[in-house]
């Protein structure tokens, strides 16, 4: 039975500091035991691409919470989904464009900061992020993320446009009718019509992590938050007592 285990990056595979030496040894050990290892982030695919380089991953992957299924070119038989840049492109979520369109109208009324209307150097300081980091950041294609606002509310008014809010670690995304949980369904149909039976395993710490720990078997939370049935995480690396 292959098994595939979903990551999550932030807080989890890296720390706030944007460390990964303990998500590295993890994702190796992991490696050695058999186990698929698929991220399942936040993270646009440039940012995506760059931590599959770190951690020798050459797996499919889930970009901004759900929005885009990314399988690498001839790496599994997929059935749907357009060719673009070496992958299969399955897209869950709507396009940047729109979201930020939206988000535009009331920007002003919410105070607003997000990507799209922040300078590189604001960037930089909302997420304490390199520059090299914060620039693959801006190469968004779905989703957008709110550093601060003024005021709640906004999200009642993003729902008339069929965008959902979701909260991260720190940051609320906002994006399409989408979520990490239907990125991994997509994703695990097309691991069983390749490899039939799985055993799935998800990991994460955050609000936007939960959708992913219903289809697993067996689920990991790190940090102080609860979900039912998921197996409470000091750290990354005691995630390896329980597999």
Known sequence: MKKIIFFDIDKTLIDENYNYEDGLYVV??????????????????????????????????ISEN???????????????????DGYIVIELGVPYETVVATLNQYAQEYGLKFYA????????????????????????????????????????????YNLTCQMGSRFIAVLGPTNKGKGMKKLLDIYRENFGELEVFAAGDGENDFPMFEPA???????????????KLKNIRELLKFV
């Open 28 to 61: 190796n050990e992991l490696k050695k035991l058999g186990f698929e290892v698929i991220l399942n982030s936040s993270k646009t695919r440039a940012e995506q691409e760059y931590y599959r380089k770190i951690f020798g991953l050459t797996t499919p992957f």
């Open 66 to 84: 759900g929005s885009g299924v990314f399988v690498p070119d001839g790496y599994l038989k997929v059935n749907e989904g357009v060719k673009r």
């Open 117 to 160: 209307n922040s300078t590189l150097q604001e960037i930089m300081e909302f997420l304490s992020m390199s520059e090299e980091l914060a620039r693959l950041a801006m190469q968004r294609e779905y989703s957008e993320t709110i550093f601060e606002y003024s005021k709640r509310g906004f999200e009642k008014e993003l729902e008339k």
């Open 217 to 231: 078997d067996k689920s990991f939370l790190i940090g102080d938050k609860n979900f039912p049935g998921a197996i």
